[in-house]
Nanobody
Framework: QVQLVESGGGLVQAGGSLRLSCAASGRTFSIVNMGWFPQLPGGAHDFVAAIRWFGGITDYADSVKDRFTISTDNAKNTVYLQMNSLQPEDTAVYYC??????????????????WGQGTQVTVSS
């Protein structure tokens, strides 16, 4: 089992920045990939960023490629999402997720085995 706890969400004006954190505990040695998924108003999970837990290979959605940065601190068992130039359309509950199998399609929700409880990001215009 892997437990994930997100933090760092909040209210920010358009153009501002936030850094989300996701602390992992439990069988962290089994983590292969980590991802961040905002939940859309209809309930579906979108994809914004993913990273290989060891090695740092990253993948981003085109809509955030020049604004968001995903990174890990393996000593702290934590993954971060630095979000710059935030826009109102970035408003969502952001979830981090862990893949312990090593699946290839990192942009797909079904790739991930464990999920955090989410952290709210609200961007005002």
């Amino acid at each position: 089992q892997v437990q994930l706890v997100e933090s760092g969400g909040g209210l920010v004006q358009a153009g501002g920045s936030l850094r989300l954190s996701c602390a992992a505990s439990g069988r962290t040695f089994s983590i292969v990939n980590m991802g961040w998924f905002p939940q859309l108003p209809g309930g579906a999970h979108d994809f914004v960023a993913a990273i290989r837990w060891f090695g740092g290979i990253t993948d981003y959605a085109d809509s955030v490629k020049d604004r968001f940065t995903i990174s890990t601190d393996n000593a702290k068992n934590t993954v971060y999402l630095q979000m710059n130039s935030l826009q109102p359309e970035d408003t969502a509950v952001y979830y981090c997720a862990a893949d312990v199998v090593g699946r290839r399609r990192l942009t797909f929700r079904d790739t991930y085995d464990y999920w955090g409880q989410g952290t709210q990001v609200t961007v005002s215009s």
